[in-house]
C-alpha cells in the first residue's frame, strides 16, 4: 500500500522560510514523478513544483527563485524548501506521486499525502 506522509508545516512570519518533507513508502518511487500541491481556503489545488520521472524540475511562476523541490532517493523523501515566504503563499501543502499526464493537473496523480498546513503571517 503506497503512503504519502507530509510533515514540516507550521506558522511563519514573511520573509520567513519552511521546509517540507514527503515520505514516501509501499513501492519503489525512483524514475516517479513526485510534486507539491497547495490549496488555500476557497480556492482550487494548485501546481507548485515537481520532479519529474525524467529529473526535470518545473516550478509555478509564483514559487520559482523561492522554493526548491529535491529528492532522497535512498530515504524515499521528497522536499520543498520554501524562502521568502509571502502571506499569498498561505496553504495546505499536498506531496502527489505517480502522475499519468500533466503533472501541472491534480487529477492525473494516483497518491496524495494527507496534507500539512503552511501559515504565513504578514
Known amino acids: 500500500q503506497v503512503q504519502l506522509v507530509e510533515s514540516g508545516g507550521g506558522l511563519v512570519q514573511a520573509g520567513g522560510s519552511l521546509r517540507l518533507s514527503c515520505a514516501a513508502s509501499?513501492?519503489?518511487?525512483?524514475?516517479?514523478?513526485m510534486s507539491w500541491f497547495r490549496q488555500a481556503p476557497g480556492k482550487e489545488r494548485e501546481f507548485v513544483a515537481a520532479l519529474r520521472g525524467n529529473g526535470v524540475i518545473a516550478y509555478a511562476d509564483s514559487v520559482k527563485g523561492r522554493f526548491t523541490i529535491s529528492r532522497d532517493i535512498a530515504m524515499n523523501t521528497l522536499f520543498l524548501q520554501m524562502n521568502s515566504l509571502k502571506p499569498e503563499d498561505t496553504g495546505v501543502y499536498y506531496c502527489?506521486?505517480?502522475?499519468?499526464?500533466?503533472?501541472?493537473?491534480?487529477?492525473?496523480?494516483?497518491?496524495w499525502g494527507q496534507g500539512t498546513q503552511v501559515t504565513v503571517s504578514s
Open positions: 502527489a506521486a505517480f502522475s499519468r499526464g500533466d503533472y501541472t493537473r491534480p487529477p492525473t496523480y494516483d497518491y
Open positions: 509501499g513501492r519503489a518511487f525512483s524514475g516517479v514523478t
